[in-house]
């Protein structure tokens, strides 16, 4: 029986140093020194032994009870210690470490160059108006005369969702809508960005998705010199005082006459690079004088009441602003180009 006693003392001793868990621990307690535990058992099986035996053997099992029980505490103590040691270790944090400073975007370069724009011809006496990406072939065409089988309709490749229902191609629609929301009202001076849709295979300066800004003026006796008088000033508060512009013939069904307006080349003034292409401009909005067709159209039938319209590439002229070399830079949503725009104040 003696030496039965001493076989579970050795093992319950080993299997306590072996144990690293509170799950183990807990388990050791329950096998040794639970009232189903090997000591209980042993104590119960005392009943067979000789009564002289007893008090003998029961001395022999309570010393072995109480040098577990020490031994036990003692371990659990030790280990609660490492314990507690280890999630120190693992939550310290060190103070001398220099900060990680929080990572931080900016305003888009686009929204910044819309913002910009919006400003000046706000300066102007223009009032900026938003309108729908979904568009019907009505607004987007045929009110800026371009009819179904205008051949002009192939300069603007569609995005159709059905024969009525498109993604704008330009933000013109916004001028029929206008006219007709406010005619025979004047004067009309509108303002209006946003992102429109082509047909395009995107590369470094083409993609299917880009962003416009529209201006229109409605008023009595608006002639082409208003025209450039507006788009002059616009492109020196743009660009600075000296910038020069120049207006070449073009042709768009809802302008007549209409124009390409072009700046001098802003990186080598006009000597000739590879990003005027050794030309000295760049061009960078159509425009012209409304058609008058689209003028009585839409609800201008006083034959006085004229009108000029432009619109521009907003990316276009982000990427000269700040030298962008890839358009699709503006739409990968990478935070490094953000980034760039921290120190910039304009
Ligand atoms: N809507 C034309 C385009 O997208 C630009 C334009 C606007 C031209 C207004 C003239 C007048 O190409």
Redesign the pocket.
């Known amino acids: 029986m003696i030496e039965r006693l001493q076989a579970i003392e050795k093992i319950a001793k080993e299997k306590l140093q072996a144990s690293v868990t509170g799950a183990e621990l807990e388990a050791w307690r329950v096998d040794f020194l639970g009232k189903k535990g090997e000591l209980s058992s042993a104590l119960r099986a005392m009943g067979s032994l000789p009564a002289e035996e007893r008090p003998k053997i029961g001395q022999v099992v309570n010393t072995i009870r109480t040098t577990l029980e020490e031994a036990f505490e003692s371990y659990k103590t030790k280990l609660e210690t490492q314990w507690q040691k280890a999630k120190e270790e693992s939550e310290k944090v060190d103070i001398t470490l220099s900060p990680r400073l929080p990572f931080l975007g900016t305003m888009h370069p686009l929204q910044r160059v819309i913002r910009r724009i919006e400003d000046i011809f706000i300066g102007f006496g223009f009032t900026v108006e938003r309108g729908p990406h979904v568009e019907t072939d009505h607004f987007n065409f045929e009110m800026?005369n371009l009819p179904k089988d205008h051949p002009a309709r192939d300069?603007?490749d569609t995005f159709y969702f059905h024969e009525e229902m498109l993604m704008r191609?330009?933000?013109?629609p916004m001028?029929a809508r206008t006219m007709q929301q406010r005619a025979p009202h004047v004067p009309l001076r509108i303002l209006v960005p946003g992102r429109?849709y082509r047909r395009d295979d995107d590369d470094a300066t083409h993609s299917h998705e880009f962003t416009?800004i529209?201006?229109?003026v409605v008023d009595y006796g608006i002639s082409m010199s208003d025209l450039k008088g507006v788009l002059l000033t616009f492109a020196k508060e743009l660009f600075g005082e000296q910038q020069e512009i120049r207006l070449r013939p073009s042709f768009?069904p809802?302008?007549e006459p209409?124009a390409e307006m072009d700046v001098r080349c802003i990186y080598c003034g006009g000597e000739g690079c590879s990003t005027c292409k050794h030309t000295g401009w760049i061009e960078i909005?159509?425009?012209?004088m409304?058609h008058p067709s689209v003028l009585t159209m839409n609800g201008y039938t006083d034959g006085d009441v004229t009108g000029f319209?432009?619109?521009?590439g907003v990316e276009r002229i982000a990427m000269l602003l700040y030298g962008i070399t890839d358009i699709r830079q503006f739409y990968t949503n990478d935070v490094r180009l953000l980034q760039q725009f921290i120190a910039v104040a304009r």
């Open positions: 800026l300069m603007q191609t330009h933000t013109s001028q429109v416009q529209e201006g229109l768009f809802f302008t209409s909005l159509g425009c012209g409304v319209a432009f619109g521009m």
